[in-house]
């Protein structure tokens, strides 16, 4: 009998997830994740998210990729007839947030140039005095993927560092961002400079805590044109707004080597119609370069920046709006809209509600 969704979320459904969402969309949207739901009887997705149905023993395709329908024999899925034994929609807590203890068996560790090592590397970045790369054994390790200043704030604990490793988990990659390797890395800033963080997001003034997450990277990253920031930091959404961090005090942070974004990618963050159709000029520059990766050099910083400057001396985070369509396209350094704004008054501090539940942060904007 064919397989599809309700509204419901029986076991077997979590674990094949070949289902089609309450919302309307398919497997895959992490939007919608919360309205799975499975039952006898209607459509499961295929690549394209259309409807299709499936009966028993056989594959279904998502995102470039086959898995079991939820009807096959337990048996025929251990025999690996698809190419994953079920779809993950969305990393959630229970599997994912817990870091490895064992780097080296799931997630590598960064990899540079032979005579380059990270702490060397990190050491040359603005505002950084010394670097200590931590052992699984270090005191803060597990720290970084559980920080304590983001206390019981769901969006982080149960939807950010969930997703370390790729849009849809670490078993769909390449091709849906995220950390491929990673390290954890204890900060001291200069004394003379403060540690500087940026990221690019969608604009809220009217709702600032949601423009704060973990994904952040170094200057060198956004100094320069929006498309390369894009791929410097695995992005294919036309953001309007950069933020940039300044921490006084010692942190401790993830950092890592970034995921490409595939064809899939862009379709499953909505940068690409379900038809690889690009949605926004930037989408559509990068399809024509045939989705570059991020460079080996272009290194990820993980951490809840917006508070942990709120309970540091002299530290700061402020935010300020990009230009948009042609004139973004025309800037050759969009970091500088937030180091040297040229409307210093439309920019915003004072980035994090204490009293907000960062339920605002769209999908588009998990990662960035």
Not at 162 to 190: C, E, H, I
Not at 216 to 226: L, P, R, V, Y
Not at 315 to 320: E, H, I, T, V, Y
Request: charged letters at 15%.
């Amino acid at each position: 009998m064919p397989f599809a969704c309700r509204r419901h979320w029986p076991l077997f459904c979590v674990l094949a997830l070949c289902c089609r969402t309450a919302s309307g969309e398919v497997g895959g949207l992490r939007g919608a994740l919360a309205a799975v739901e499975c039952s006898s009887g209607a459509a499961v997705p295929s690549g394209s998210r259309s409807d299709i149905t499936c009966s028993g023993n056989e594959c279904c395709p998502e995102y470039g990729r086959t898995f079991p329908c939820p009807a096959a024999d337990e048996a025929w899925v251990a025999d690996g007839h698809c190419d994953m034994a079920a779809l993950q929609l969305w990393p959630n807590s229970s599997t994912y947030a817990a870091p490895p203890l064992q780097p080296q068996a799931r997630i590598p560790p960064v990899s540079l140039s032979p005579d380059a090592a990270l702490s060397e590397v990190l050491e040359t970045q603005s505002g950084v005095a010394n670097v200590q790369v931590l052992s699984s054994q270090d005191e803060g390790f597990e720290e970084a993927f559980r920080p304590p200043v983001v206390g019981s704030e769901t969006w982080y604990t149960d939807d950010a560092y969930p997703g370390l490793w790729g849009d849809l988990g670490p078993a769909m990659q390449p091709g849906f961002g995220g950390l491929r390797t990673y390290n954890v890395v204890k900060f001291a800033p200069s004394p003379e400079k403060p540690l500087q963080l940026f990221r690019v997001m969608h604009w809220a003034p009217g709702d600032k805590s949601s423009m704060c997450s973990i994904w952040w990277g170094f200057e060198s990253a956004f100094a320069t044109n929006f498309v390369q920031a894009s791929i410097n930091a695995a992005l294919c959404n036309e953001y309007s707004a950069i933020m940039q961090c300044n921490l006084t005090w010692e942190v401790t942070a993830i950092v890592g080597q970034g995921w490409d974004l595939s064809s899939e990618g862009f379709m499953e963050r909505g940068c690409s119609s379900t038809a690889g159709v690009p949605q926004t000029w930037v989408a559509r520059n990068l399809t024509n370069q045939g989705f570059p990766p991020p460079g080996a050099d272009k290194l990820q910083v993980v951490l809840p920046a917006c508070q942990l400057s709120e309970i540091m001396d002299f530290a700061s985070c402020k935010a300020c709006p990009l230009p948009s369509g042609a004139a973004l396209q025309n800037v050759s350094n969009i970091a500088s809209y937030v180091t040297n704004p040229p409307d210093p008054d439309a920019c915003v501090t004072d980035l994090l509600d204490l009293e907000a539940k960062f339920t605002h942060h769209g999908p588009a904007d998990h990662h960035r």
